[in-house]
């Protein structure tokens, strides 16, 4: 695999990133456009769906479905990447419940989950 | 012109001799000047090894440069002494540089030694002292060689393999003697130990000498011949059998020095010169030894400070040698009299060779303990150290052995005596560690620990059960601690920190939400200090904030933001006020008068923020950061420049205040108000820090909060001119943000810490730990680099590219934040939730 890990500069020999939908892969943007630990959103083609894009420390990226369930809000993006135990999971923004990036299980409520789509980074 | 102190050498005692006389305050009545032939500052020797565990030179450093600044010590590294003048009493240094002493302090310590046999200085060929060495050994073990030999099989040569062993190579150890660590173990000991390595794949070569190191064509190391004849090959050769003072200087210019070496001293360790005074490792000290370990080393500095001082002191007579080591988790330990040379005294003595456990004790005619061998298990090295000299309470024999192993329970460190010494290289008592509830403020307070660390198990079992203090999963420190290593070690990046200080496991991981924040919140408040740019958006900080920190705007329930420029002391002008109005009119902005006197700009998206900021920077805004762990708003009341009963003007002062303090990052936000008389109209005594004018001046009260638990600030000080309270001021937010946890506001961090207000007007006040120059330094600091945070967001076109609410649809807005309209202004249209949203009481704020 490519690393990522320059990619907060931007360099021009960019590589892209990819989101798995409806058995093709999508590019969604320039790998330099993710800051490792942070997330972007991606407004998926039907214009309405949203994704959340997140790159971490060790150049792997991860997406979630983008809506908050506790909130509603669409805004998971937007928290803070950790790790705990090896799984990497975003914090909401709003109330800080955490999501597993690989599966989407909430590792603070058993009973919810959000969606993942497999990511990439392309040619 | 003040007298001159001239210390010579800057090691590990070094050091400790700087900060008894700090202690001493002789820093304040002598130019103290230190030469260093090292490159580098004081570190800690006895650590060297745990170099080889991952901890860097700049962990090993003893010295925080803060206090050789604040004591006005200069240091000159990288120049040692080749003379000494007694008649004009000078020295001259390598450089050239040449300067005149009142008072010379030796601490030179020692050399390797290294046997006079052929080839010893093959290529390949190294010692085992210094930061340089490791390094060099590192290097060629790991370019050059797969084998490597030690000669010497003590303390320092069974270091050295155990490191040789953990770079991969095929470690032999050549001792002379009979066992290995023939000075501190007996020959049972020895046994178990040889066993014990010999079992972790370490060849052991005792009663053997090395009589040459043979070459290789190229001129590097290809093997040693031994004493027995036989050649043992290896690449490369660690020399690691004893040392030698460094005496040279002394001899040189006329000093009297021991048979064996060693700068001879008296009681106070002056040298035969009343003006030169010797310490450490290069010192024979009047009971005619010299002392190749710390602890005495640092008697020794005590002693000459002590001297130096006041021309007495507690004279150093001599000193224990127990030792501890633990390597290749096999511990050995002797203490007291191990080899038992007292007249009349007896062995106990347990062997497991099955466990490759030694244990021997030996006891005194009267019953009492003098010393003792521990290899295996040295468990109970700590206590037994502590209960020398006295009748154990209970027998010997059920001493060594093992726990349950038929015998009552050995004893534990509760049967200590509370004068029982439990570090020694600090001299720290049972008493005074109990004195303090964690280790790190055993650490902080009594050094106990801080030097060969054989103590610390000991020390944690005599705490109480202290629940783990960490501020979360990823670090086992407070945000005290991480803000000192931030600010001693200049750590600039969370990775690095993480990688470095995490807890093991957390290591090389991505961090989490709880640390993220606060570290960036200490690099930040640190940003001036350890040289790196406080802008909070940029390169790996950016990773680090806060939704909130990111965006420098509040998040609000449905994913849109507000914005809250700052209005200093609430005073506007009618210009400004009518932008505001222009700026939430033409963005359809929800505005309300917020409890901070300031105005509030609701349900902006993203991409909308830049545009409005802009034009409220034009107008002459600044970020009010509603959105930061930083200081929110000085409130004023109008004061005496309108109001019939004001005795100051307190819209200037709050004014002055909150212009000097913008910006400031702290471990949570700060409010402050100033009110012009006693009638109180700005609520001064409910904010952090609050003023209240008094016709004399300013009385200045600190730790009140509103919120969730109020509480009324404490009158720190009473009649303040301005320039006073701002001192005062900067010096209570600075030490705030040094010493609270995260997320504490000031009002609880007054409530938690030891002896509440008075300790805080003693340090903020009377300057009773000498930090108030250095933070008021730092808040000018602060103050000389404090930038609009928005404004320069706003002039790079970088830092704008996060503005956007899609990465593939920069134009587009989220259609997701929608509003309805209210009261003729909007609300959110809150989208239906899939789950009923959780109490919020449950969880952290996220800001303001
Ligand atoms: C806007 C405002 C309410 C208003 O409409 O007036 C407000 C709004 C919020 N406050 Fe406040 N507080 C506001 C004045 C206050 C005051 C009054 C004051 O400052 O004089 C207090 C009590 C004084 C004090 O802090 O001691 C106050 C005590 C709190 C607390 C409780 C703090 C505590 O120590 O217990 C929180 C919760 C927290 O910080 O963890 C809080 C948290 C919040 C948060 C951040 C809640 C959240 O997590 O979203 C709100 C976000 C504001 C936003 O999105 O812009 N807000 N908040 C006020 C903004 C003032 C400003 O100009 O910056
Ligand atoms: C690997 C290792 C492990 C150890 N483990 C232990 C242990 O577990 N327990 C224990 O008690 N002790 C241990 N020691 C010994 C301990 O490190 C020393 O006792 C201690 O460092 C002595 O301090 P010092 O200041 O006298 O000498 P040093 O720390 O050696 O400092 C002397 C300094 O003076 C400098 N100097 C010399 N000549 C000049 C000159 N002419 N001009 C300027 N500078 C000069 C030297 O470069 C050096 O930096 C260990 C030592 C090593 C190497
Ligand atoms: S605090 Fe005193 S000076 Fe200020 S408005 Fe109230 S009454 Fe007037
Ligand atoms: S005994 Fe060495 S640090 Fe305590």
Redesign the pocket.
Known sequence: MTTATETATGTATDTSVQLRLDGGWLTVCAASCLTPGRGVAVLLPDGRRQAALFLDRSGRVYAIDNRDPFSGATVLSRGLLGSADGRVFVASPLLKQRFDLVTGQCLDDDEVRVGVYAARLGA | MPPTLVLVGHGMVGQRFLEELAERGVTATHRVLVLCEEPRPAYDRVQLTSYFAGRTPDELSLTDPEFLARHGIELRVDDPVERIDRQARTVTARSGFTVAYDTLVLATGSYPFVPPVPGSDTTGCFVYRTIEDVLAIEEYATKHATTGAVVGGGLLGLEAAGALQGLGLATHIVEFAPRLMPAQVDEGGGAALLRTLTGRGLSVHTGVGTQEVVASDEGTVAAMRLSDGSELATEMVVFSAGVRPRDQLARDCGLPVGERGGITVDGLCRTGDPAVYAIGECAQAADGRVYGLVAPGYEMARTAADAIASGTGQAFTGADLSTKLKLLDVDVASFGDAHGAAEGCLDVVYSDSRSGTYKKLVVGAGGELLGGVLVGDAEAYGTLRALTGQVPPVPAEQLVLPAGAGAAQALGPEALPGDAVICTCHNVTKAAIQSCATLPEVKKCTKAGTGCGSCVQLIGRLLPDSADQGLCGCFPHTRAELYEIVRVRRVTSYAELLDTHGREGARGGEGCETCKPAVGSIIASLAPAIGVDGYVLDGEQAALQDTNDHFLANLQKNGSYSVVPRVPGGEITPEKLIVIGEVARDFGLYTKITGGQRIDLFGARVEQLPRIWARLVDAGFESGHAYGKALRTVKS????TW?R??VQD?VRMAIDLELRYRGLRAPHKLKSAV???A????EARSKDFGVIATSGGWNLYVGGNGGATPRHGDLLAQDLDDAALVRLIDRFLMFYIRTADRLERTSTWLERIDGGVEHLRDVVVHDSLGLGAELEALMAEHVAHYRDEWAATLDDPERLARFVSFVNAPGAPDPTVAFVPEREQIKPDLPLLAIGSRRAADLEGTSA
């Open positions: 009341c109008v004061g005496w109001c009963y004001g307190s009110s012009g008389c009638r109180e109209c700005a």
